[in-house]
């Protein structure tokens, strides 16, 4: 499976930012899906993951109520919704793929992923 991930950029604080991972190489409803993160000297950190079956949805903390997650199982692409940005968004935004999940399950650990994307850079000045 690959993943591409694309929609990253340099936004103002408060602005909004749509990113898109479509994946390849596999059926793309077989996999739960998630959004990591990794700012410059600090760990690759959870996001948001939805399942298989789109009902579960965790977020970090620091992220409910301004990102959406969401899933088009017929275009093999999750989307991540930024809004509300903030500078402490800054990061490097990987999507990643976990194929032993169950039906309604979405992992938050790194360890649950077997695929990841590249990456895709969100800036976000003040």
């Known amino acids: 499976v690959q993943l591409q991930a694309s929609g990253g950029g340099l936004v103002q604080a408060g602005g909004s930012l749509r990113l898109s991972c479509v994946a390849s190489?596999?059926?793309?409803?077989?996999?739960?899906m998630g959004w990591f993160r990794q700012a410059p000297g600090k760990e690759r950190e959870f996001v948001a993951s939805?399942?298989?079956?789109?009902?579960?949805?965790p977020y970090a903390g620091s992220v409910k109520g301004r990102f959406t997650i969401s899933r088009d199982n017929a275009q093999s692409t999750v989307f991540l919704q930024l809004d509300s940005l903030k500078p402490e968004d800054t990061a490097v935004y990987y999507c990643?793929?976990?194929?032993?999940?169950?039906?309604?399950?979405?992992?938050?650990?790194?360890?649950?992923?077997?695929?990841w994307g590249q990456g895709t850079q969100v800036t976000v000045s003040s």
């Open positions: 990643a793929a976990d194929f032993g999940a169950r039906w309604d399950y979405a992992g938050s650990s790194k360890e649950s992923y077997d695929y």
């Open positions: 190489g596999g059926t793309f409803s077989d996999y739960a």
């Open positions: 939805i399942s298989k079956s789109g009902r579960r949805i």
